[in-house]
C-alpha cells in the first residue's frame, strides 16, 4: 500500500509505481467514488498518447521568404482569428 498527503489545494500525487501500473498519464480521467469511510478511483478514460509530428503544420504562414517562429505574433493570429 502507498501513502499520499493531501496539498492544501486539495491534490494528490499519484505514486511513479500506481500511475505506471494503471497507465496513467496527463490528461488521463479518474472516477472517485465514495464508499463508507474509502474512496475508490478508477481508470476512466485514458489520454491518446502525443507524438512530435502530430503539430506539424499548425503553424502556417502564406508571406514569402523564410520565416522564424520569433516572427510569428501569436497574439494578433489570436485576435485575427476570432473575428
Not at 501513502?3 to 480521467?29: W, Y
Not at 479518474?30 to 478511483?41: A, I, N
Not at 476512466?44 to 503539430?55: I, K, N, V, Y
Request: glycine share 10%; net charge positive.
Amino acid at each position: 500500500m502507498s501513502t499520499a498527503t493531501v496539498s492544501e489545494k486539495g491534490q494528490v500525487v499519484i505514486p511513479v509505481e500506481i500511475r505506471k501500473l494503471l497507465g496513467i498519464a496527463p490528461g488521463t480521467q479518474l472516477d472517485f467514488t465514495v464508499e463508507g469511510q474509502s474512496l475508490r478511483v478508477e481508470v476512466a478514460r485514458r489520454a491518446a498518447p502525443t507524438r512530435l509530428e502530430d503539430g506539424y503544420g499548425l503553424l502556417v504562414c502564406k508571406k514569402p521568404g523564410k520565416r522564424r517562429l520569433a516572427d510569428f505574433d501569436v497574439a494578433q493570429a489570436m485576435r485575427e482569428r476570432g473575428k
